[in-house]
């Protein structure tokens, strides 16, 4: 049951809780979205916790980059959790409500992972720097302690940065309609049922943007064109295909979440529609998280030997013994 109550602006308040219009009206489509989401969470649930645990059980993995990626994956499944459980509940029922304390609890976790995904993914983009452009030095500046300070930095920005945030948003009152045009609670469809002034509201969503999405993604590309130009002066071709194997998945990763992300939160929405942000928001949700772990292991070696060695572990476990 929804409540409401009326404003001293005559407007109805929100007080109870929201609907989520989502893909509704994909009404005819909606069994055969479910199944399809479905199997693509699975997917990337039994993907990310694959990687963590074959970098937890193999030493050889033990690596800085190794670290990053076990950062990177525990990160995807809580990002897409947050929204893809719901989403499938709302798809199979009549009424997609969420309660307001529920959709805070969801802004959370989803902003809180997304922007330290951002972070983490530039932690990465410096490691991979690192090993090729100083690789004589790179276990002295990649220490464990130097790793656990910049995974920790991007954790730290993140929770600090969006519990602010969200914090600020749920202290606004809510009116007018409680249908929200998103498959989740996402900051700026929410923000729209404010009915108090939310212009600092607005600056601040700009100022994050621009400083913790857009920031990460230029030390990103700063990183790379230091990469790209190392790697130009080598001057083996095998040594060039070599570094450029060891950071190219990497850089699908970073192109794949940024490519969407970017649309998402910074591209323009006058020629935007909502089923068109919704679509481009599934595919920051839940493609890209299921795609990483396939990236970095088909086109990762050490990870598919490590794969295979825990596949014999687990096949003969007398003969490792022995």
Request: aromatic share 10%; hydrophobic share 50%; glycine share 4%.
């Amino acid at each position: 049951m929804i409540s409401s109550e009326n404003d001293p602006a005559g407007n109805q308040t929100i007080s109870d809780a929201l609907i989520l219009v989502g893909f509704s009206y994909l009404s005819k489509l909606q069994i055969l979205l479910f199944l399809v989401l479905l199997v693509i969470y699975l997917v990337t649930l039994m993907g990310n916790l694959l990687v963590i645990l074959l970098i937890k059980l193999n030493p050889s993995l033990h690596t800085p980059m190794y670290f990053f990626l076990m950062n990177l994956s525990f990160l995807e499944i809580c990002f897409t959790s947050s929204v893809i459980p719901h989403l499938l509940v709302h798809l199979l029922g009549e009424e997609n409500s969420i309660s307001i304390a529920g959709c805070a609890a969801q802004m959370y976790i989803f902003t809180i992972m997304g922007l330290t995904e951002c972070c983490l993914l530039a932690a990465m983009a410096y490691d991979r720097y690192v090993a090729i452009c100083h690789p004589l030095h790179y276990t002295t500046i990649m220490s464990g302690r130097v790793c656990a300070l910049l995974a920790g930095a991007s954790w730290a920005i993140g929770i600090s940065v969006e519990v602010t945030e969200v914090t600020w948003i749920f202290s606004l009152p809510f009116c007018g309609s409680n249908r929200i045009q998103h498959f989740f609670c996402d900051v700026s469809p929410v923000m729209q049922k404010a009915c108090a002034d939310t212009s600092k509201n607005e600056l601040m969503l700009l100022t994050v943007s621009v400083v913790f999405i857009l920031g990460p993604f230029l030390l990103i590309l700063l990183s790379y064109i230091l990469i790209i130009s190392t790697i130009l002066k080598l001057a083996s071709i095998d040594g060039r295909h070599k570094a450029f194997s060891t950071c190219s998945s990497h850089l699908m990763v970073v192109t794949l979440f940024y490519g969407t992300a970017l649309i998402t939160y910074l591209g323009p929405k006058s020629s935007s529609s909502p089923e068109s942000d919704q679509m481009i928001s599934l595919l920051n949700t839940i493609i890209s998280p299921a795609l990483n772990p396939i990236i970095y292991t088909l086109r990762n070696k050490e990870v598919k030997g490590a794969f295979r060695k825990t596949l014999q572990k687990c096949s003969f476990p007398h003969h490792w013994r022995n």
